[in-house]
Structure formats: C-alpha cells, structure tokens
C-alpha cells in the first residue's frame, strides 16, 4: 500500500474520475463471496439456467475472482444509469409511458436498455480508462476489467460493496437510482478500503414477482431463467416453448416488467451519456413495423447496438410471437394476419413454424 498514501483519498479520487466517465457511482468489494456459492449451485442445480452453457461452465470460478484473476485482492464495482437523457412524450413519469406502450397488443416491447449503444462496449471502454487513471496514480497495478462478460457474479459483488441492495427480481437497486443501471468492474490487486454494503428495502412488497407475465421468478431472489422472457427473446436459440408463447404479449426483446412496477424505480437517474439515446425507430414501435425490416434494415438499424446479436432470424421469430399474440387479442386485425401470411413462404423453417403458430 505503499505506493498509494492515503488509501480512503484515492478511493474520493476514484469517484471523481469515474463520475466524469459517466459512472454513477462506484464501491469496493471484497473477493471473499463463498457466501454466494451454495445459491449459485442451487440455480444451476434445478436447471435455471436453461441453455446458457456458460453459465455452468465455469462453475464456482464465478464466485471467486481472484481464481478468475491471480492475484486480485479487491473489485471495484461501478454503476452505469441507462435511463435515456431525453425525455419523450412530454412525460417525467416513463414507468407509466412504457406501460402505456405495452398495453397496445400492436405495439412492440423493446427492452429499455437495449435501443442505443451496446453497453458491453461503452462500459468496458470507460472502466478501462478508469483502470488507467488509477495505474498512472499508484503506478504498476494487475487490473482486468469486466461488464458481463465473463464469469464474474456482478450482483453480488455490487450488493456487497454499497451500489445496493439485491432486489427480489435479484437486479441490484438503490433509493436514489432504482435499478434502471448497468453494472461493470475492475479487478485489482491493490488492497482498497471495503465499502459498506447498504440496507435492504423490499420490505413486504412483491409487485415484481406478482407482475412477471411467465411467473419467472420463482420465489424471491431466484429467477428460473428458462421462464424469464429476457432469455427466452434473447439468449434461447431454437423454438419457444408453446406454452410460455401466449405469456410474453409483444414483449420481442428482453422484458423490464419488474422493473417498471418497482416501485424504487420513480428515482431512476437519467444517463449522462448520449450513446443510450434511443435510436428513434426502435424507441415505440409497431410489430408491423418491424415486421417490414429486411435482414439488410436489421442491421443498419442496430448497428452498434446489443440487439444485432441475436441475428435477424431470432428477431423474425420473436415478432411472429408478438403478432400472433396481437392477433389473439384481436382476431379482427387483417393487416397483421395479411402480414404474417405473405412473409410464410419465404421464412426459414424456424419462423415458418412461428408463423404458423400466430396464424392459429
Ligand atoms: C445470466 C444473466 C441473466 C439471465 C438470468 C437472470 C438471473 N437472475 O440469474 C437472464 C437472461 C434471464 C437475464 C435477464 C435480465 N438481465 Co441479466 N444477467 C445475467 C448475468 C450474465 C449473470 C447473472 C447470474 O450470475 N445469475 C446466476 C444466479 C445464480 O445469480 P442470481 O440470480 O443473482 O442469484 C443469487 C441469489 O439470488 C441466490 N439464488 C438464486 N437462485 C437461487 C435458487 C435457490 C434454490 C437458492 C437457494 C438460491 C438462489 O443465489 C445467487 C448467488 O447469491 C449478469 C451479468 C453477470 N456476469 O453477473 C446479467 C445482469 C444480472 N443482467 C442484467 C439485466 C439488466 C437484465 C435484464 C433487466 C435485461 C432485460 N431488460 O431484459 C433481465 C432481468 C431479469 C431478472 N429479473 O433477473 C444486469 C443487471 C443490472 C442491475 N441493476 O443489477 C446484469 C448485472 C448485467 C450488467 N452488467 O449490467 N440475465
Ligand atoms: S424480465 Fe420479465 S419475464 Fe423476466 S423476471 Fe422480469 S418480469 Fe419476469
Ligand atoms: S418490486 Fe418490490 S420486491 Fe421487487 S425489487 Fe422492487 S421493491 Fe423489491
């Protein structure tokens, strides 16, 4: 520690550096997590995990950074707000905005956090010139930086380390920001002082778990994710599950339900960057509407963006639910039945079978 003087300034240092890099917020964790690992190994036990292989991988490494990282003593967590700076609709109150959006069955869901830049890119690029500052303050310093791409058990890192409390949906949220933010962090080999870990406030409330249209979280604190329509629009390849079909309404990528209902998150701060702006055809959309895209308008349209990821076959597929479920609601609406029907015959098998599920 020699090397660094007053441990508690460089930490204030810290925050100043990651504020101006757009970071919200920031803590220490411990790397001890063995506290975490029986319930780790319980979800991958009961199979919650599904078909995400890599989340079973790397077993207990993922509660163990300094096995993932020789030599790490500490992780710095950082916070990242996603709300979109600008406002629309002329509304302050965007929970009841975006509810307002999902009530219309014609209307398509997509995820908040997912129509601007890819926030795989943005944080990583930031933490590492946060990294960068600190090793030009302290000198040689062993650092690796990391938002959700690696086995790294971020909630529970930044539980432990004051970005919050784990919400009964598991998603870390806080009094002042709700939950509406990303997560990254730097492993360090510098013995930081620990941050202390805030209080819970769930108290006796359970809007998230009751409001989740797949019952997907299954008791507090746990998400069977085979259920949850962020997997299933997201992660899963192949075929959904026919009975979960009905249940994701025109959620087509990704689900904030229990997000939107908590209550916590009136108090979602609003990005200070403009890459999470949202890309005005993906902001309210129509399933019609993007229905109309062809594979070369998926791409230009997200471009840089977390959605291209899935490719334009699982997009297809996703929308055929959505269209299929406006159509329950609706069995008068011919655009989308005439939609769904010229689109059949040039479909690749997979959505053919989506397609023909809709028009059923
Ligand atoms: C896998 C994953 C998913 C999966 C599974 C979610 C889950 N809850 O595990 C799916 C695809 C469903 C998903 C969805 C979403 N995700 Co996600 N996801 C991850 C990822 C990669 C790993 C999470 C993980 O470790 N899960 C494993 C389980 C074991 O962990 P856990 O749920 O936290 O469980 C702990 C306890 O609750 C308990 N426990 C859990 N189950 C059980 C069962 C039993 C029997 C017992 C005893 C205990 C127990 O033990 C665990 C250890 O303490 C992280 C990034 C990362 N590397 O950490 C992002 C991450 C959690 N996701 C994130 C986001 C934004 C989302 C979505 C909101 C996206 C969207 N809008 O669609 C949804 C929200 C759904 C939800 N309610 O969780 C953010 C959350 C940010 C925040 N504020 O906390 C993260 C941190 C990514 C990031 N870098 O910002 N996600
Ligand atoms: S993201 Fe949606 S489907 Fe997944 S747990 Fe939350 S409310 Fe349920
Ligand atoms: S909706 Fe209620 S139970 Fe769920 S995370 Fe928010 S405060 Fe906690």
Known sequence: MDQVGDPAALVEQLRGWARSLGFSQIGVADVDLSSAEPGLLAWLDHGFHGSMAYMATHGLKRARPAELVPGTVRVITARMDYLPRTRHDGDNDWQAVEWAHLARPENAGVSTYARGRDY??????????????????????????????????????????????????????????????????????LPLPLSEPVTPHCGSCSACIDVCPTRAIVAPYRVDARRCISYLTI?????????????????????????????????????????????????????????????ADFLRHTEGGPIRRIGYERWRRNLAVGLGNALRADPSLADVRAALEAARDAASPLVQEHIDWALR
């Open 235 to 295: 992660e899963h390849d192949g075929a959904i599950p026919e009975d979960l079909r009905p249940l994701i309404g025109n959620r087509i990528y990704g689900c904030d339900d229990c997000q939107l209902v908590c209550p916590w998150n009136k108090y979602a701060q609003r990005s200070t960057l403009p890459d999470f702006d949202p890309r005005a055809p993906l902001l309210h959309p129509t399933l019609l509407q993007l229905w109309a895209w062809t594979e």
């Open 120 to 189: 795989h890119k943005v944080l990583r690029n930031r933490l590492q010139k946060l990294a960068d500052r600190l090793a030009e303050a302290v000198g040689p310093l062993g650092h690796r930086v990391f938002t959700d791409s690696a086995p790294v058990l971020e909630v529970e890192l930044a539980s432990r380390s004051g970005i919050g409390w784990r919400g009964k949906h598991t998603l870390t949220l806080h009094r002042e920001a709700g939950s509406m933010f990303f997560l990254g962090e730097i492993y360090i080999d």
